[in-house]
């Protein structure tokens, strides 16, 4: 199957995918051409979610007017695709993510050095555990034997 894929991609010159530039430091991708879409409009996708609630808008609930080109994978950025979060920036969030654990297993650790001891000594049980006074025979001796933990 992969060899197949890659037999197309060497004959077809419409396959190629991103084409590097290299200028000095910078580097520039140019777009790759989809021969399935044909003349249909190369749209830059808007999230759903970003744009103005306040609007007004023929499909308020999807936020989209009628007659407005959609961009090619539309389904990826409409109301029902999982939210964006722009809230934080991923170094912010990391820095409270990190600090959080830092604060449990901090304070789990503190919980355990904390702890009292027991108040008590565990029981102890004459006879191996009375394994015999409960009914137990030799080879039942670990069911009945009495555990001291």
Same mark, same amino acid.
């Given at each position: 199957?992969?060899?197949?894929?890659?037999?197309?991609?060497?004959?077809? /010159?419409?396959?190629?995918?991103?084409?590097?530039?290299?200028?000095?430091?910078?580097?520039?991708?140019?777009?790759?051409?989809?021969?399935?879409?044909?003349?249909?409009?190369?749209?830059?996708?808007?999230?759903?979610?970003?744009?103005?609630?306040?609007?007004?808008?023929?499909?308020?609930?999807?936020?989209?007017?009628?007659?407005? /080109?959609? *961009?090619?994978?539309?389904?990826?950025?409409?109301? $029902? *695709?999982?939210?964006?979060?722009?809230?934080?920036?991923?170094?912010?969030?990391?820095?409270?993510?990190?600090?959080?654990?830092?604060?449990?297993?901090?304070?789990?650790?503190?919980?355990?050095?904390?702890? /009292?001891?027991?108040?008590?000594?565990?029981?102890?049980?004459?006879?191996?555990?009375? $394994?015999?006074?409960?009914?137990?025979?030799?080879?039942?001796?670990?069911?009945?034997?009495?555990?001291?933990?």
């Amino acid at each position: 199957m992969l060899s197949r894929r890659a037999v197309t991609m060497l004959r077809s /010159p419409v396959a190629r995918v991103a084409q590097v530039q290299v200028r000095g430091i910078r580097a520039s991708f140019d777009k790759a051409e989809e021969p399935m879409l044909g003349d249909y409009p190369d749209i830059d996708p808007m999230p759903a979610q970003l744009k103005s609630p306040y609007k007004k808008y023929d499909d308020q609930q999807d936020r989209r007017n009628r007659n407005e /080109p959609l *961009s090619v994978n539309d389904d990826l950025y409409d109301m $029902w *695709s999982p939210d964006r979060f722009t809230h934080f920036k991923n170094g912010e969030a990391l820095k409270y993510f990190i600090g959080f654990l830092t604060l449990f297993f901090g304070g789990s650790y503190l919980a355990t050095f904390l702890a /009292p001891e027991k108040a008590a000594i565990p029981r102890e049980f004459p006879y191996e555990g009375l $394994w015999k006074e409960s009914g137990g025979t030799e080879k039942s001796k670990d069911v009945f034997a009495q555990r001291s933990e």
